[in-house]
């Protein structure tokens, strides 16, 4: 439940292939039941499909004796945990791979290509890059992850490669749907990729350029075609449409009548594996009863929506069953109580319901038993954090407390916040060094978390102390390359910026201007700090901070207006100007491109959400334009009169006492503008 985690969205569109081709998927095809009768998954395995242990040991015998008859080899990976799913989507990428000759490498940490612990998603690029010294050049390796199935088992990875036709092409995917959302120019779970020096050198750089802890794969593989691979990538990689080689996510919208695959992406456990469950099955059953196997393998948009109704009404269920569990324990005081119960099994029963959807949506009654469940797990996790505890139960106990504070109001956080500390004392003298930057790094959202509570309670002196502390800790966490979950790559800055930026308001509030400037700089150079490349650009010829994603441009454009403001108030107007003028061109460029892609945003508020800040930001511009002036003519009209009365105190005096005036009448004009 890493759930208080800040994972960072929207993505940049790197330049695609100009060369057109079809994309897969324009007619699907009907395998008939002759085809697959004798396919050795299904002829095998069909039996075991109630059981995912006995159909995966079923498919990994199966698949393992499958012989290779063309240069295209398949190869996917599973871990423990996701056997449960994982066993149905191999049975089904089986009998295609069967069905077309092709090899099917089917490894996991058993088989020895677990190379990367901290993020398995890591893992396909290490088993692609070591797969190529195992094959010539020539031959295609194709990805899939365990998460996606082949609907159109007459779909064949050599006819896409013919109709390509391009001997220049080393790797071929579909792009991101959401160019907005995440920092990924395409999605990885489908890949084919040719094996050439040129694969060779792009995996191995992909693998060994950046730390895999500091962000996901796809991150790093965006960074290298934005920068080493710039000038390669319209030649060697062909990003098709988003629904040709992956899904179009969410699939229950978007999943059309030709789409030949289907990727679940971010979906859950039990949802992943009865939509795999009833694709498996139809195989199976159609060629029991002698009848060819529906198109889509019968997972069309209105099959998947009926699954995903059926898994969301679940919850309730799951709800009220772990709230009887628990039950018992509303009155428990002592540790000694709960030694026997298995936090194991009610860990796992919570994350499946704070998989189940958003657990602050929904239904009003399970919204409020969610909110139930997490304050009585809470209080028995408190009694175990203490130096004897281990590190998995001390982190729970922390994702538990900051999954609950979201929801709560400003006294309630608090509390839950000040209840927390000595577990994140226990926790920094168990980790060790590799760890000790995660553990500061709940210290730090800690500190934040109970910031923003006094903030809203009006205790701005404690919260700025809070932010000060949290600030160092941050620096502290930083040094040791730590930057939260998956942000490092694309802006590893950005949560310490935050903290900075608030610092700055504050201290702006208490009129301690010149620190508050100060602050509000760093945080600016925080935040840029990731973009001051202007080499880096995207397909629209956006370089800099500009080619950023979009929340990263509208958190500085908030931090531009913010110290303008500071700014202004300390009569700083030529800064303040400059503040306002660059919050307003990122504005004006998020206006152009959103009205240059109406489509993608069709609620018009956005758009005047845009235009009302570009109005108000060019009247601040205006505004401090003219105190500017106004600024400058008094000095010059000072700087006069000073010099001719250098001798004459009383002349002197008049004059200091007159710029006095005078600032303070268009001081005057100035506010009754404001309040206008």
């Known amino acids: 439940m890493h759930i208080f985690l800040v994972i960072f969205q929207f993505l940049l569109i790197l330049q695609p292939s100009s060369q057109q081709i079809s994309a897969p998927g324009a007619v699907m ?37 499958v012989r290779m008859f063309t240069n295209v080899s398949l190869v996917s990976y599973y871990t423990p945990n996701i056997e449960e799913y994982a066993a149905y989507s191999f049975a089904i990428n089986s009998v295609y791979a069967l069905h077309h000759g092709y090899e099917f490498n089917l490894l996991s940490p058993k088989s020895g290509h677990e190379f990367e612990k901290r993020d398995q998603r890591w893992n396909k690029v290490k088993i692609i890059m070591d797969l190529m010294s195992k ?69 191995f750089d992909w693998w060994n350029t950046e730390d895999r802890g500091l962000g996901w794969d796809q991150h790093v593989f965006t960074k290298l075609l934005e920068t080493k691979y710039k000038n390669e990538m319209n030649k060697h990689v062909l990003l098709l449409p988003p629904d040709a080689l992956n899904t179009n996510r969410p699939a229950t919208l978007n999943h059309l009548p030709h789409n030949q695959v289907l990727h679940m992406v971010g979906g859950l456990t039990r949802h992943r594996k009865t939509v795999f469950y009833e694709g498996f099955n139809e195989i199976c059953t159609a060629i029991s009863r002698g009848n060819d196997v529906k198109l889509q393998l019968g997972l069309t948009r209105s099959a998947l929506q009926r699954i995903e109704k059926n898994i969301l ?31 194991l099994q009610l860990q796992k029963q919570m994350e499946e319901i704070m998989l189940l959807g958003d ?44 999954e609950l504070a979201i929801s709560v109001g400003p006294d309630e956080l608090v509390v839950i916040m000040d209840s927390v500390e000595s577990t994140i004392r226990c926790l920094l003298k168990k980790v060790g060094s590799k760890e000790r930057g995660k553990a500061l790094y709940y210290s730090f959202k800690q500190k934040e978390f109970k910031a923003n509570a006094l903030h809203l309670l009006g205790h701005f002196d404690t919260q700025l102390q809070l932010l000060l502390e949290a600030k160092e800790v941050w620096l502290e966490m930083s040094k040791l390359n730590w930057f939260g ?46 973009w001051n490349d202007m080499t880096v650009c995207n397909n629209e010829k956006q370089c800099g901070i500009y080619a950023a994603p979009f929340e990263t441009q509208a958190a500085l454009a908030t931090v531009y207006r913010n110290i303008g403001i500071c700014a202004e108030s300390h009569e700083k107007y030529r800064e303040a100007r400059a503040l306002f003028g660059l919050a307003y061109n990122i504005w004006y460029q998020r206006l152009k491109y959103v009205s240059e892609n109406r489509a993608k945003f069709p609620n018009k508020n956005e758009i005047d959400a845009i235009k009302q800040e570009l109005v108000s930001l060019a009247k601040r511009q205006q505004e401090v334009q003219f105190l500017h002036a106004v600024d400058e003519e008094l000095d010059i009209e000072l700087a006069v009169k000073n010099e001719l009365a250098q001798e004459d105190s009383e002349v002197l005096a008049s004059v200091e006492i007159e710029g006095s005036t005078r600032r303070k009448q268009w001081k005057r004009k100035k506010n009754k503008n404001n309040q206008r």
């Open 29 to 65: 095809h009907q395998v008939t039941n002759e085809e697959l009768r004798n396919n050795g998954i299904v002829t095998q395995c069909c039996n075991a499909i109630t059981y995912s242990q006995s159909l995966l040991s079923c498919v990994l015998k199966e698949a393992s004796a």
């Open 135 to 203: 094959h010539d050049d020539g031959d295609y390796l194709v990805w899939l992850d365990s998460d996606l199935i082949i609907v159109d088992l007459g779909m064949k990875i050599d006819r896409i490669i013919e109709d390509i036709n391009d001997p220049d092409v080393q790797l071929i995917l579909s792009k991101d749907p959401f160019p907005e959302e995440v920092y990924s120019v395409a999605n990885t779970g489908l890949m084919i990729v040719k094996v050439s020096d040129w694969s060779r050198n792009f995996f």
């Open 313 to 343: 009404i679940s919850r309730g269920e799951l709800i009220d069953e772990l709230l009887t569990a628990l039950q018992k324990y509303e009155y428990v005081v002592s540790k000694d109580a709960l030694r026997d119960q298995n936090l």
């Open 359 to 402: 657990p602050r949506q929904g239904n009003p009654d399970e919204v409020a038993n969610i909110q139930t469940l997490l304050q009585k797990i809470l209080r028995i996790l408190l009694l175990f954090s203490n130096d004897s505890a281990p590190v998995d139960v001390l982190q729970w106990t922390l994702e538990t407390a900051f």
């Open 485 to 530: 979950s998956g942000s490092g790559i694309i802006n590893p800055n950005v949560e310490g910026a935050e903290v900075l930026h608030n610092i700055a308001v504050i201290l702006c509030m208490q009129h301690r201007y010149d620190e508050g400037l100060a602050a509000g700089k760093q945080a600016i150079n925080l935040y840029t700090s990731r």
